[in-house]
């Protein structure tokens, strides 16, 4: 099940809409322009309610390529989960389909223009797809976490594993699972290990074409994420 998983990850990132050399594919309302991407303007918050701002930079995963509505992705239904707990935040979603580390690097000078105080960090399926060194997929996400904290230093960072397609063998699998953790403990993040746990090959977890998760299957990915995201709001949440 989960070699299979892993090929529809794969897939999924490599299907029409999300070629990985499209740095500006589609996504959902919040995410970026390329053409404003100068580091004058970023997302804009989805409502202005009191709270930390969460910023979900990341693939066609977090851009919820396929659904019928925003509201249907992960990062709205993270919203949900985190009005029910009564903890303020504004989640904002910056994915863009195609996305890589080296793309995100690109854009993140954009992303801070506004702020941020939690960065969900999803992205490295697309180099996985590429057969990119897992060495510069490192160094991209260590760039992208140490220019947040550059900009905003209170910002939390919360990092979202990705695997690499079993077809490109065992010790490239092995050296790009191992990226994640290794970057979550030398930069001091929290780490969700494999967004796409419970999701990939089911089934009735996904879109008609198998391969992009359905509304049901962004829930699920949205609980996967929730026990690591929501300490992080509670430590952020004003006290009483």
Known sequence: MRVRSLVLVMALLAAPGCDPADDAGASTEAASRPEESNGERAPASPRPAAGPRVVF????????FGLLSPE????????????????????????VSGETS??????????LGDTVDVLVLELGANDGLRGLDPDALAANLEA??????????NAQIVLVGMEAPPNLGTRYAQAFRDVFPRVARSRSAALVPFLLEGVGG?????QDDGIHPT??????????????LEPVLRELAPQP
């Open 57 to 64: 930079m990341g693939t066609s995963l977090t851009a919820g």
């Open 72 to 95: 249907d992705s992960y990062t709205a239904r993270l919203q949900e989960l985190a009005d029910s707990a009564g903890l303020p935040a504004r989640m904002v979603n910056a994915g």
């Open 102 to 111: 080296a793309g995100g690097l690109r854009r993140i000078p954009w992303v």
């Open 144 to 153: 992208i976490i140490d220019s947040t904290r550059t900009r905003w230093p």
């Open 202 to 206: 089911v089934d009735e977890l996904n």
């Open 215 to 228: 509304a049901e299957g962004h829930a699920r990915m949205a609980r996967t994420v929730w026990p690591v």
